[in-house]
T-cell receptor
Framework: QKEVEQNSGPLSVPEGAIASLNCTYSDRVSQSFFWYRQYSGKSPELIMSIYSNGDKEDGRFTAQLNKASQYVSLLIRDSQPSDSATYLCAVDSGGYNKLIFGAGTRLAVHP | ETGVTQTPRHLVMGMTNKKSLKCEQHLGHNAMYWYKQSAKKPLELMFVYNFKEQTENNSVPSRFSPECPNSSHLFLHLHTLQPEDSALYLC?????????????FGQGTRLTVV
């Protein structure tokens, strides 16, 4: 059973702080990794993708991938209340965009 | 219109009804997907279509019947559903099949089975 694990949270951080979201996956052959943001009652929105070991930065977001440890993370710098949402980690299982999702981590940024 | 559009946004149906969910993508993609999102559970992949051909059926009960007439449209036909089928049904599309491609979601259909 291929799995993607996330801490359900809630992760509570003050405005302006760094939020760190973590994800582990079980399928060693996975090659593609994605972070989606989902506001309550809305559909998932893609915010980051990462395919190689190391860091990938896009604005306030940094994705980190360590395939040896089967670990992917998302850092959000200068967190804003508008970042409050559930963050879904997704792993491409099978190489043809058969995305397996974690249950998500709920992030709450308080002023 | 751009992106992935789903209709209806909300649907209430009885267990003996037959209804259909519709998805349309305007991104020029060749792969389309149905996902189910139940409360407090991860998104579950239901079906995958690549170039109109079904390439994945994730052990979905036959009361859910997908149809993909072309690369831009995807339907999910529903009949004799159960209350536990109540969930958010999400359509997604991507350039595919290929690795390292990103999937984009529609707004979903909130289904309630009574």
């Amino acid at each position: 059973q291929k799995e993607v694990e996330q801490n359900s949270g809630p992760l509570s951080v003050p405005e302006g702080a760094i939020a760190s979201l973590n994800c582990t996956y079980s399928d060693r052959v996975s090659q593609s990794f994605f972070w989606y943001r989902q506001y309550s009652g809305k559909s998932p929105e893609l915010i980051m993708s990462i395919y190689s070991n190391g860091d990938k930065e896009d604005g306030r977001f940094t994705a980190q991938l360590n395939k040896a440890s089967q670990y992917v993370s998302l850092l959000i710098r200068d967190s804003q209340p508008s970042d409050s949402a559930t963050y879904l980690c997704a792993v491409d299982s099978g190489g043809y965009n058969k995305l397996i999702f974690g249950a998500g981590t709920r992030l709450a940024v308080h002023p | 219109e751009t992106g992935v559009t789903q209709t209806p946004r909300h649907l209430v149906m009885g267990m003996t009804n037959k209804k259909s969910l519709k998805c349309e993508q305007h991104l020029g993609h060749n792969a389309m997907y149905w996902y189910k999102q139940s409360a407090k559970k991860p998104l579950e992949l239901m079906f995958v279509y690549n170039f109109k051909e079904q390439t994945e059926n994730n052990s979905v009960p036959s009361r859910f019947s997908p149809e993909c007439p072309n690369s831009s449209h995807l339907f999910l036909h529903l009949h004799t559903l159960q209350p536990e089928d109540s969930a958010l049904y999400l359509c997604a599309s991507s350039e595919a099949p290929a690795m390292n491609t990103e999937a984009f979601f529609g707004q979903g259909t909130r289904l309630t089975v009574v």
